[in-house]
């Protein structure tokens, strides 16, 4: 009922910038908390930003003054730009999304995964 859709990664130069996105779609009453995750080989998955209904950030420190996190709640989306990319950056990146679905409840979201990819 609920589709997340992610875009924006891609192979980058250090020190580059890239913009990612993911747009829910479908039955939606509400959304509270939106992130975004990494996960790089062999390692587990981490929060890299997270943003309230109220437009409260919250960041990794490997990422802070780096990245920032932003929401278009008209369009169902939310943004992660990132600049200053480094090598230690590459990694699956995947969107979360907690939301109000059409069955009423509460519910979890999680994107299909975008590469991200900083060459040295």
């Known amino acids: 009922q609920v589709q997340l859709v992610e875009s924006g990664g891609g192979l980058v130069q250090a020190g580059g910038s890239l913009r990612l996105s993911c747009a829910a779609s479908?039955?939606?009453?509400?959304?509270?908390?939106m992130g975004w995750y990494r996960q790089a080989p062999g390692k587990q998955r981490e929060l890299v930003a997270g943003?309230?209904?109220?437009?409260?950030?919250d960041y990794a420190d490997s990422v802070k003054g780096r990245f920032t996190i932003s929401r278009d709640n008209a369009k169902n989306t939310v943004y992660l730009q990132m600049n200053s990319l480094k090598p230690e950056d590459t990694a699956v990146y995947y969107c979360?999304?907690?939301?109000?679905?059409?069955?009423?409840?509460?519910?979890?979201?999680w994107g299909q995964g975008t590469q991200v990819t900083v060459s040295s």
């Open positions: 979360r999304v907690h939301l109000r679905d059409g069955t009423g409840w509460y519910r979890e979201y």
């Open positions: 479908g039955r939606i009453f509400s959304i509270n908390d």
């Open positions: 943003i309230t209904s109220g437009n409260i950030t």
